[in-house]
């Protein structure tokens, strides 16, 4: 992906517009690919969910806004559609009566899965507040209340 200090901004981003700069057409298809992919994934509902069937899979949608606190059931649906129109998971409808649907992770979302790991990884190293951290708002806290 080639950006330009100057480039970067929601005309340039969103739309793609021509620049002077030798940037290919390939190289601008790549970038409009790789924010689409962006967009989608980030969206409200979107990452959790990929979380919650990477928990156990396959599950029923009952059972993925059990594991997801406070999805409603059309955020829910709305993500299993997108994800499954992205093939990042598969719908399974077994022909009973009532019909089962169970939905279940594709190599792809398995990929996928891993990669946000990974980022998990990255938040608990550098978000999650150390024991050190910690105590040390303890004691500013202790240190407060004893001067009141």
């Known amino acids: 992906m080639v950006v330009v200090a100057n480039q970067v901004g929601a005309n340039y981003l969103s739309k793609l517009t021509p620049v002077d700069q030798d ?24 990452l959790p969910v990929i979380h919650a069937l990477s928990l156990k899979q396959p599950a029923r949608f ?33 022909p009973e009566t009532p019909p089962r649907v169970e939905y279940a992770l594709t190599k792809k979302g398995v990929e996928l899965s891993v990669i946000l790991g990974t980022l998990a990884e990255w938040v608990m190293k550098w978000d999650k507040p150390s024991n050190n951290t910690t105590r040390a708002n303890d004691e500013k806290v202790r240190a407060a209340v004893r001067s009141k």
């Open 23 to 46: 940037i290919t057409k390939e190289q601008s298809e790549e970038c409009h690919l790789l924010h689409s992919a962006w967009n989608d994934l980030t969206k409200v509902w979107t």
């Open 62 to 94: 009952n059972e993925l806004k059990r594991r997801i606190q406070n999805i409603s059931a059309t955020s829910l649906a709305e993500r299993l559609n997108e994800l499954d129109q992205r093939k990042v998971i598969e719908r399974k409808v077994y």
